[in-house]
């Protein structure tokens, strides 16, 4: 894989708080490319160039037909925009227009860009969820949009929308497409969740065109056929459409199964009217006799949200795949292939690294058909692994020291997993030994044998009156800690410890001896590198031993263990305590506690790096310091108001990971406190 630098991207990481330059060209993309792609569109004028959308607003393009791609812009600030349509206009490719709604009741509208979506401004129907939006073949100066309130017609490129559709009519709403008839541009066919509709005046009047359809059908997709405008296609949750007479009347298409009748668009072949592309919720379905027979072409569980057919290059169609990215099948379907470079939009969950073996990470990701990844070379190549695991049955993933050196993985069920890479998948492991007295009637029986062996020691005397017991790991893990012979994990019923990498556990006798409810949960747990200090943490309070488990100490109450949802440890003093109202660190190795005055309160990991403390919050980005928390300097930019949830130590010397809520995984190449020191701070936020 080629270095990842997105240009657009290493140009908006520029600036910190008060306009001081930092970081810019040190950002790189690590992957894994894919990804989840919302709309995707081709400039009329060059098909070779693409644009695509995402769920929260950010625009790549290609120049080169989907072989590259890269961070274009972004749609709006609000990170829930979604992307539902892109339009090139045919009158100036450099114009592109965006559809959009949001995630929450007040987001959404139409923007436009007048640089090939570099940069983007809000053109009308603010706060509306705008589903669809077209520019007639008609008419290049006219433009449609459909929301759910209405159908909204525009003849100054965006600048006014006047609604046609009646206000508060109890059908004409909830429009999901729209299309207009390329011989006259006020003949228009809408769909909504219930059912279609269409005006021959534009706008004037409306009527519903139900017959032959099933009744509360979400009409999704409408098209046209090149050849005859009188003959209408239309995909909705019921099935797949077609009429022959200006949507007088539907017939439809049978073939295709009942868990593939989701079909979100419909396409047909410019260059043989027969053939038609229906991208449905269960893959890629064809025909080649005009809706008599179908076949899918592509694997069963593909989610297609976008289909691109090139005029040019018979054979050659471009999907959008939901949680996998782009693909390309050059050969009308008979074979697929992913075309994801510079492409990157994964939503990540969690980043592990191996601190042995820093190239070794794994990362687990949300809204992903394949939600596992791994790779073994810092990120220029990456593998799915374990298709029985995923984000929702997991709790944790864990990287194991030698000699084990494996993944490892709790179950939200309960017990642990450890990857085998022979069988390609997760495997339960573990059990519970204890220690059981043995009955008294045994005992006296075996009296008087064991009084005759008068050269047996005391300690093998002692082990005769105790029998082992094992039971399978079905305990709650919360957390893993590993040393290079001791592993520790917090669990429901208290700490436990194993000593041959994994493959048996027991109490662990040291912690439990000292604690007044030795079997509580615990719910973090940590050891220093050199395998001496340990911390637990449970919500009767913190922990910590210096000394191998020999003796304990207590944190100070201050640190409000119930609320603490993560401990980083930092060398065997340093220590950063993470919770919902802000981070806290100690240098004294976790008995007394303060406040990291971080700007943003919210946050959501720390790592350390030389000299430099860097934080990623869950609203607005990264924040370095270079003085131990007495000023801080944010990244800004297209991520910048980002959410990070993780970071780790690279690979390298002065390299750390970032992996973004929706973005994947990003290299970060910390500068040395020397030549960061001159630039301005910005203080911290407000002690609590």
């Not at 630098?5 to 894994?32: K, S």
């Not at 709790?410 to 220690?435: E, F, M, N």
């Not at 350390?608 to 007495?630: A, C, L, M, P």
Request: proline fraction near 5%; charged fraction near 20%; glycine fraction near 10%.
């Amino acid at each position: 894989m080629r270095m990842w630098l997105r240009g657009a991207l290493v140009l908006a990481f520029t600036l910190v708080l008060n306009g001081l330059p930092v970081l810019a060209q040190d950002w790189q993309e690590v992957g894994p490319n894919g990804g989840d792609v919302r709309a995707m569109t081709a400039d009329p004028a060059n098909p070779d160039v693409l644009y695509l959308g995402t769920v929260d607003g950010h625009i790549f393009s290609s120049q080169d037909a989907g072989q590259h791609w890269h961070l274009t812009g972004r749609v709006g600030d609000r990170p829930d925009t979604v992307v539902m349509a892109i339009i090139v206009d045919r009158r100036d490719s450099h114009h592109l227009y965006s559809a959009t709604r949001s995630l929450g009741e007040t987001g959404g509208g139409i923007f436009r860009s007048d640089d090939s979506g570099a940069t983007w401004r809000a053109s009308g129907l603010a706060g509306q969820a705008v589903r669809a939006l077209i520019q007639t073949e008609a008419d290049k100066d006219l433009f449609f949009a459909g929301t759910l309130d209405g159908v909204y017609r525009s003849h100054d490129d965006g600048a006014r929308w006047e609604r046609i559709s009646p206000a508060g009519h109890a059908d004409l709403r909830n429009f999901d497409s729209l299309l207009s008839d390329p011989r006259d541009a006020n003949i228009l066919y809408a769909g909504t969740y219930h059912l279609a509709w269409k005006t021959v005046d534009g706008g004037k009047n409306w009527q519903n065109i139900p017959t032959g359809m099933v009744d509360d059908s979400d009409v999704m997709s409408i098209t046209i056929d090149a050849t005859n405008p009188d003959r209408v296609y239309a995909s909705a949750c019921s099935g797949i459409y077609h009429s022959d007479n200006g949507a007088a009347k539907w017939a439809k298409y049978g073939g295709i199964p009942f868990l593939s009748r989701r079909t979100q668009i419909i396409r047909q072949d410019p260059a043989n009217p027969s053939i038609v592309y229906a991208g449905t919720t269960d893959g890629l379905w064809k025909t080649t006799n005009a809706g008599g027979t179908w076949a899918r072409v592509s694997v069963p569980n593909w989610t297609i949200s976008a289909l691109l057919i090139d005029p040019r290059r018979p054979g050659r169609i471009i999907l959008g795949v939901e949680g996998l990215g782009v693909y390309v099948t050059r050969d009308a379907g008979a074979t697929f292939m992913a075309i994801n470079e510079g492409f990157s939009h994964r939503q990540v969950r969690e980043l592990v690294t191996d601190p042995q073996q820093p190239a070794r990470m794994l990362l687990v990701l949300t809204n992903a058909v394949e939600s596992i990844y791994a790779t073994n070379d810092a990120g220029r190549t990456w593998s799915s692994i374990g298709h029985n695991a995923s984000t929702q049955t997991l709790r944790h993933v864990y990287a194991a020291p030698e000699p084990a050196s494996d993944w490892w993985a709790t179950p939200q069920s309960g017990g642990l997993l450890r990857y085998d890479a022979s069988r390609a998948t997760w495997v339960p492991t573990g059990v519970i030994v204890a220690k059981a007295a043995v009955p008294a009637a045994r005992t006296a029986k075996t009296s008087s044998a064991a009084s005759a062996k008068n050269s047996a020691p005391a300690a093998s005397s002692a082990a005769a009156r105790t029998s082992a017991f094992s039971k399978p790991l079905h305990s709650q893990i919360y957390d893993i800690a590993f040393s290079a012979n001791l592993w520790l994990a917090a669990t429901s019923e208290g700490l436990i410890a194993s000593r041959d990498h994994g493959a048996t556990w027991s109490e662990f006798d040291s912690y439990s001896k000292t604690s007044s409810t030795p079997h509580a949960a615990v719910r973090v747990v940590r050891i220093s590198a050199d395998g001496n200090s340990f911390w637990v943490l449970g919500d009767s309070g913190l922990a910590i031993s210096r000394d191998a488990g020999v003796s304990w100490a207590n944190a100070d109450p201050s640190l409000h263990a119930k609320d603490v949802e993560k401990l980083v440890i930092v060398g065997g003093e340093t220590l950063f305590a993470i919770r919902s109202g802000g981070a806290l660190v100690s240098n004294d190795s976790g008995l007394t506690w303060r406040f990291l005055n971080v700007p943003d309160t919210q946050v959501a990991d720390v790592a350390v790096e030389g000299d430099e403390w860097i934080v990623s919050t869950r609203r607005h980005g990264i924040f370095v310091s270079t003085n131990k928390g007495q000023a801080w300097k944010q990244l800004v930019g297209q991520l910048g108001e980002g959410n990070f949830p993780t970071l780790a130590a690279g690979p390298s010397s002065r390299l750390v990971l970032a992996a973004s809520a929706t973005e994947g995984l990003f290299s970060l190449r910390v500068p040395v406190a020397g030549a960061s020191a001159a630039l301005q701070s910005t203080p911290g936020g407000n002690q609590q």
